[in-house]
């Protein structure tokens, strides 16, 4: 493999220039006028240089991207959005591996080295989704771990737990869930199906809540429970928690406590006008905060593009950002808070960090957020994909 030298670029944090020279799918150095002969040149002087980036909630295996535009016709309700799904995946080839590894490949183009996607599992796709994703990921240089998801509910579908734990053996990293009380109806005994599995087979959890104000607020604090009882913390994570943003200040602060001192993470999507969490409060306590896309260009909604740093800039401006200081925390959820939910070792820009990396034409990170220029370079594992 050979060495590359990136000459004279702003690494995210450092805050002065610095050469970063890359071998063996490494970071080895980092700082002023470094020396490598023979090493491949990058001349990237005055651009910033970010850890690769991190999508933490994605549907990939419901993805129409790539394909030719598909006008959204569902009624604009949940049972709408289920129906249109539902009806619509046979007659459009859902899941195509082939449109996942576009997507795949637009992401990694924009910088993004590593992706979570939650899978559909129920009895009428099977294991088909996680089998889709597998075939595409292998495709494109991206790191991609799943999510069983039970989408159309755990409790409520019978046959979809068994199929759960079918896609856990099967080597499916994470276990997931959906609204305990809104969908399952029962969220003591939902939450025993899931952390029963994430138990047994040693796998993450991620759960949807959309479970909006004090049922939301009650649901959370289900899950820290459970999280400290079975000495899960850093494996766990509540993905949207819409209610957080609802309530009041003093309820919130004891759930950003208890989601701090459990460690239970959140992944954030700034979709739509749906309630986004306290992004100031939840790092001020330790929380660990990724973001992702949610859906893109499927069956639930046309948009999304793929790029985390414009994703990032959701974040920022649902949550009334403008100083720089403020729109940085977005970034940091799109990567060092992505890179920690998944667990990743040897992520960042240190030496011996792995050489995942993006530079991109802007004087510093809060200007990468709200512009998401086109990206100068795109290293994985010390390979420049894109340039
Ligand atoms: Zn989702």
């Not at 993450?204 to 909006?212: A, C, F, Q, S």
Request: hydrophobic share 40%; glycine share 14%.
């Amino acid at each position: 493999m050979t060495d590359v030298l990136l000459r004279g670029g702003l690494p995210w944090g450092l805050g002065s220039p610095a050469d970063i020279l890359v071998s063996d799918g490494l970071i080895q150095q980092v700082g002023p006028g470094l020396a490598a002969p023979g090493a491949q040149v990058a001349d990237v002087t005055g651009q910033l240089v970010l850890p690769g980036l991190v999508e933490a909630h994605c549907h990939l295996d419901k993805t129409l991207y790539g394909g030719p535009w598909v006008p959204h016709s569902a009624d604009d309700t949940l049972a709408g959005r289920i129906g249109n799904d539902l009806g619509r995946r046979a007659e459009l080839g859902v899941p195509d591996p082939g449109r996942i590894a576009a997507l795949l490949g637009r992401m990694s183009a924009a910088g993004t080295t590593h992706v979570r996607t939650h899978t559909d599992i129920d009895p009428r796709v099977g294991l088909r989704g996680v089998e889709a994703v597998r075939e595409a990921a292998a495709r494109v240089p991206v790191e991609v771990s799943q999510v069983a998801f039970p989408q159309h509910g755990l409790l409520t579908n019978p046959g979809t737990a068994e199929l759960l734990e079918e896609a856990l053996k099967s080597g499916v990293e994470a276990v997931g869930g959906l609204d305990p009380a809104g969908i399952d109806r029962d969220p003591v005994r939902s939450l025993d199906v899931i952390f029963g599995l994430a138990e047994r087979y040693g796998a993450r959890v991620d759960i949807h809540l959309h479970d909006g104000g004090t049922l939301g607020g009650w649901e959370l604090e289900l899950i820290i429970e459970r999280t400290r009882a079975l000495g899960l913390g850093g494996r766990v994570a509540v993905s949207h928690a819409y209610a957080l943003g609802q309530l009041d200040e003093a309820h919130q602060g004891r759930l950003v406590e208890g989601l701090a001192e459990a460690g239970v993470a959140l992944v954030t999507a700034a979709v739509y006008s749906f309630p986004v969490p306290p992004v100031k409060r939840l790092r001020a306590a330790g929380v660990t905060l990724a973001c992702g896309h949610d859906g893109i260009r499927d069956l639930w909604g046309p948009y999304g593009s793929g790029d985390m740093l414009e994703r990032a800039m959701h974040v920022a401006y649902r949550s009334t950002f403008r100083r720089d200081d403020d729109i940085e925390l977005a970034l940091h959820a799109a990567t060092y808070g992505g890179a920690r939910l998944l667990g990743l070792d040897g992520y960042g820009l240190a030496p011996g960090d792995r050489a995942d990396l993006v530079v991109l034409p802007c004087g510093g990170p809060a200007e990468a957020v709200v512009v998401h220029p086109a990206r100068t370079l795109v290293m994985k594992d010390g390979v420049v994909l894109h340039n």
